[in-house]
């Protein structure tokens, strides 16, 4: 018969007993490993058979709700009893009776299966401690544990209404815990709780079979998903109440994708759960009822169709009738991460009236005036607004010579972004619920006119402003900030705000310290470098193109760097030197993925089957500067990232990453560089900018690149280059040729011609043929500030001085003034004919 005993005294020989057979003697841990500190702090769990100890394990209370299982055992010759999934159970059902709300597990690889049956989840990448088998951190949340995962009939409605009447004497401290996916807007008594749009955000929500995408994935990532709280006690009554949940499909459920041949995650689901203080009052649980939404279409990227016939008048009131409504189906508890959103939301941000420019019959065209992401409200008037009337809207960046939309900058599919709205003869403003719209020119079709524009991206505030004497230097500035917030959306910084519309990482690192220097960025970064944690094989170290991942090319070193440069960058302007700690082992995994795929100490492939890019969009899409030197740009970069990360947080890595750097140095010295020149690559597309960036060439290297960019007079560089050729001419004294090159007036290769153009966004191309919205040029704008102005990153996490405040000279620029809010005060800097003002207020 088997016994069990929880251990509380201090005396667990039981437990030693057993965990000297399977973990000292059977796998060969030492013992000064096998019992540690925790020991002594842990309860102890053993089971028996008769007398004999036959199981064991500990529970470890960290503090805050939360608790280590760890060290659970059971004998060989009892293997085959189910003592382990005992053990499991009876540590979880301890952890909640002392009011555990997350649970921990550093399981042994091979062990993450079986874990995975008590609901746990991979947290980290693979790791090995000296003298231990392979490890891998798991964790099980415990917040919706007893409600139901609710799913909708056969899975393929596009949204619901779901909804609960429940009763409340007091009306005081009452929260909403809500998981929905995808997107979920909730009502409590008809009243919108939240001014949340897109929630929760987005992330790599359960496991998808990536094997069948255009570039396949073989990889193992983590998965997530988000869950919100919301303080819901000012929307409630004595009495009964009403609360109703919103469901469409945004990323986790469309099933149609321009991208990758990427599927849908799963069916819509919805967990939630009532409480007041530390009582549950409602829960989802198999009462709850739905029905299909009048939003019988939705698509992030083709839009919406509405049939407001089908619309439940009555759905908020307490004495609404839903006898007639299905009830939910259970549905099993995702094999995720369970997190509490802890990253703002997207929201309107403000409204823009749009300006008719155009019309023909029932034909009208809009401009907004500037490229911007969001959506238009249409109202139906007169006649036409009887039940049954049809009014469509499309939106594009750009107008044909003949004013019709231009589709081919965001994407060349005339049904992407756009919306139909089928009105019920109720006078209402229809709009895109679960997905945003990118434009600057958009058409209304039918019986119905536009009065607004809802400007929506993530609550993102700028702290900056600047203006100078040169036209173009402020075009790039302003072009770049909207460009910016028109590409973050879910608290994911995007490559376009349209036609692809995903978290690139190439373009996301590179913009992330623009972003940081431009906004408050903190909460989404801190957000989205989970996300690209999540995207990296927890095996084998490589990092997706896109985070979260929806497939995308890209390349090992500018795309997969992100997992080192973001979680850096953060630091610098950030002062938190906690993420590098927590990305340390991401950065050495990353790492070791690139020596792997190096010969000769060169980056040389990534994925089969993938790309393998180096530089992006280089003029004329002409990429010549060697794909392999670019990558082990990167893989140096990044190693002495981490070997930065290494010596701030106390690890012993130092001289294995020192050695890395060195070594392919070597390889790159010895494959590019030309000694009868001190050139690297002939230098071309900003390959003496790389170069000196890592440290390498001679006397000669820097003055051929200001040479050559003197003759030139403009850029000849990709995405990569650009930045790195700009800052390396700031910090080595050449800000004026720097200036010259962000100014040049050159017709087919610079920011004036997307001036020119009439573009109040940065263009992806230099040339223009591609999208009309992408960030990544924009990376340039972190030197605006940083050398024209003269405020450098340390400004942001500590208290500076005027002293701190160094502008370069630049003989070419009039003046120039502008300002950086940071954390210990807003710094001003005024340059007016050489002469410097600074404030700091």
Avoid at 330 to 342: W, Y
Wanted: hydrophobic share 35%; glycine share 10%.
């Amino acid at each position: 018969m088997i016994t069990e005993r929880w251990i509380t005294d201090g005396d667990f020989s039981d437990c030693a007993e057993i965990r000297r057979e399977v973990f000292v003697r059977e796998q060969g841990i030492p013992e000064t490993l096998e019992f540690d500190a925790l020991d002594k702090i842990s309860e102890h769990y053993v089971l028996y058979d008769g007398a004999e100890p036959v199981g064991c394990a500990r529970l470890t209370d960290l503090g805050n709700g939360e608790f280590k299982l760890g060290r659970i055992a059971v004998s060989e010759s009892r293997r085959k009893m189910k003592l382990g999934s005992r053990i499991m159970g009876a540590l979880i059902l301890r952890a909640k009776e002392k009011g555990a709300r997350l649970l921990h597990i550093s399981a042994q690889s091979y062990a993450v299966p079986f874990y995975e049956k008590f609901a746990f989840a991979t947290c980290s990448t693979e790791y090995q401690n000296p003298g231990e088998p392979p490890h891998i951190d798991m964790q099980r949340d415990l917040t919706f544990d007893g409600c139901l995962w609710a799913g909708f009939g056969d899975g393929k409605n596009e949204a619901v209404y779901a909804r609960r009447v429940f009763g409340l004497e007091s009306t005081e401290n009452v929260s909403l815990f809500v998981c929905g996916m995808g997107f979920t807007q909730v009502y409590v008594n008809g009243e919108k709780v939240s001014e949340d749009l897109l929630a929760p955000a987005w992330t790599n929500y359960e496991k998808r079979d990536l094997s069948v995408i255009n570039m396949p994935i073989y990889d193992t990532l983590t998965h997530r998903m988000l869950y919100n709280v919301y303080d819901i006690s000012q929307y409630l009554v004595s009495g009964e109440n009403t609360v109703v949940f919103h469901v469409g499909n945004g990323w986790y459920g469309q099933h149609e994708s321009l991208n990758e041949g990427m599927h849908p995650y799963g069916e819509l689901k919805l967990c939630f759960k009532l409480m007041q203080r530390d009582n549950l009052v409602a829960s989802s649980d198999d009462t709850l009822r739905w029905i299909p939404s009048e939003v019988v279409r939705t698509n992030i990227y083709f839009g919406e169709t509405h049939d407001a016939r089908r619309y439940p008048h009555g759905i908020f009131e307490a004495g609404f009738d839903d006898s007639g409504w299905e009830r939910v189906k259970p549905l099993p508890r995702p094999l995720s991460l369970i997190c509490r959103q802890d990253c703002p939301s997207d929201k309107i941000i403000k409204t823009v009236k749009p300006k008719l420019i155009y019309e023909f019959g029932d034909c009208k065209i809009y401009d907004l005036g500037e490229l911007l992401s969001g959506y238009a409200k249409i109202r139906f008037e007169g006649k036409s607004s009887w039940s049954g009337a049809v009014g469509t809207v499309r939106y594009a960046d750009e107008l044909n010579p003949d004013g019709s939309l231009d589709f081919f900058p965001s994407g060349d599919f005339p049904r992407m972004q756009r919306d139909e709205f089928t009105t019920d003869g109720v006078k209402k403003e229809f709009f895109p619920l679960f997905t945003w719209h990118a434009a600057r020119y958009f058409e209304v079709t039918g019986p119905a006119v536009a009065d607004e524009f809802c400007v929506v991206h993530t609550d993102m505030a700028r702290i900056t402003e600047f203006e100078c004497s040169d036209e173009v230097l402020n075009w790039i500035y302003s072009a770049y900030m909207r460009t910016q917030e028109n590409n973050v959306h879910c608290c994911v910084p995007s490559d376009c705000p349209h036609r692809e519309r995903l978290g690139y990482t190439g373009d996301g690192q590179l913009a992330s310290a623009a972003v940081m220097t431009c906004f408050d960025a903190k909460g989404m970064y801190k957000k989205w470098m989970r996300d690209v944690a999540d995207s990296q094989d927890i095996f084998a170290g490589h990092v997706q193109h896109t985070a979260p991942f929806y497939g995308g090319g890209g390349g090992p070193g500018g795309w997969g760097g992100a997992i080192c440069i973001v979680p850096w960058n953060y630091y610098r302007f950030y002062g938190d030197s906690s993420v590098l700690a927590e990305y340390y082992p991401n950065m050495l995994k990353y790492i070791d993925y690139m020596v792997s795929h190096s010969e000769g100490g060169l980056v040389v492939r990534e994925e089969e089957k993938g790309w393998c890019l180096g530089e992006w969009c280089t003029p004329y899409n002409k990429i010549e500067i060697p794909d392999d030197f670019i990558n082990t740009y990167f893989l140096i970069k990044c190693a002495g990232i981490a070997l930065n990360a290494c010596e701030i947080i106390g690890k012993n890595d130092s001289q294995r990453l020192s050695g890395l750097i060195e070594d392919s140095k070597r390889a790159i010295s010895d494959k590019y560089f030309d000694p009868a020149s001190g050139s690297f690559c002939g230098g071309i597309q900003g390959a003496d900018a790389f170069a000196l960036d890592m440290g390498m060439g001679d006397e000669r290297t820097l003055g051929n690149l200001a040479e050559k960019y003197t003759a030139l007079g403009r850029f000849d560089t990709g995405i990569f280059g650009t930045d790195v050729l700009v800052r390396i001419l700031f910090e080595n004294g050449f800000a004026s040729l720097a200036f010259k090159l962000l100014t040049s007036r050159d017709e087919e290769i610079s920011f004036y011609r997307m001036m020119k153009a009439g573009a109040t966004t940065l263009w992806e191309d230099w040339d223009g043929s591609n999208s009309h919205a992408h960030p990544m040029f924009g990376a340039v704008n972190e030197y605006i500030f940083r050398y024209i102005l003269g405020v450098p990153d340390t400004c942001f996490k500590r208290a500076s001085g005027v002293s701190d405040i160094r502008p370069v000279y630049i003989p070419q620029l009039e003046y120039a003034k502008g300002s950086v809010l940071t954390p210990y005060g807003k710094i001003e800097v005024c340059i007016n004919k050489g002469k410097t003002e600074i404030k700091i207020v």
